[in-house]
């Protein structure tokens, strides 16, 4: 089984709809992150958590939500999904130990029509 | 703001050296990665190196560092067809304010 886990794989949608994507890992990781990537832009970070109660903006913010439910858990929510939101959204998580190193899950590919 | 830039696309052939470059603006940089993106999957951790390095080597791949230039790069030997992927390079900071930002990718073809 995947260390970390999202859901769906994909997604398409309406304009103006609420999405929520969700993450699960079994790492034990107290990290967890959510990007986005778009072509020839590379991965963009839209929030953290350091842990349970931690909740972080990143560079992307606007137009997203997160809640971190348990260490395992962070779900990405759209609260009124827009076209320029299509992409693909990978979670993460790293171990924080001062090296970084990411573990991504599969992706979801959201589209929004 | 910080910038982490790659070439898009690099293209060789099978069994010959791959040479990806990065270039990165921020001098607080601690560790330098390269991570592997194949099709349908997320991103993979292949290496990464600490900023007072110059050199890391691990089985084909080495990475090189010029710290003084900012500039990043990974090479992979003998290059086989499994190698084809995007390759995205990335740095982090571990003081003050979190940081980790990654590179546009640059997409490798290995030609058989």
């Known amino acids: 089984d995947a260390d970390v886990t999202q859901t769906p794989r994909n997604r398409i949608t309406k304009t103006g709809k609420r999405i929520m994507l969700e993450c699960s890992q079994t790492?034990?990781?107290?990290?967890m992150y959510w990007y986005r990537q778009d072509p020839g832009l590379g991965l963009r970070l839209i929030y953290y958590?350091?842990?349970?109660?931690?909740?972080n903006k990143g560079e992307i913010s606007d137009g997203y939500s997160v809640s971190r439910q348990a260490q395992a858990k962070f779900s990405l929510s759209l609260e009124s999904a827009i076209p320029n939101q299509t992409a693909l959204y990978f979670c993460?998580?790293?171990?924080?130990?001062?090296?970084?190193?990411?573990?991504f899950g599969s992706g979801t590919q959201l589209s929004v029509l | 703001g910080e910038d982490v830039e790659q070439s898009l696309f690099l293209s060789v052939r099978e069994g010959d050296s791959s040479v990806i470059n990065c270039t990165y603006t921020d001098s607080s940089s601690t560790y330098l990665y390269w991570y592997k993106q194949e099709p349908g999957a997320g991103l993979q951790l292949l290496t990464y190196i600490f900023s007072n390095m110059d050199m890391k080597q691990d089985q084909r791949l080495t990475v090189l560092l010029n710290k003084k230039d900012k500039h990043l790069s990974l090479r992979i030997a003998d290059t086989q067809t499994g190698d084809s992927a995007i390759y995205f390079c990335a740095e982090s900071t571990t003081s003050g304010t979190y940081k980790y930002i990654f590179g546009t990718g640059t997409r490798l073809k290995v030609l058989a």
């Open positions: 958590s350091f842990d349970v109660k931690d909740i």
């Open positions: 993460a998580t790293s171990e924080g130990q001062g090296n970084e190193k990411l573990f």
């Open positions: 790492k034990g990781h107290d990290r």
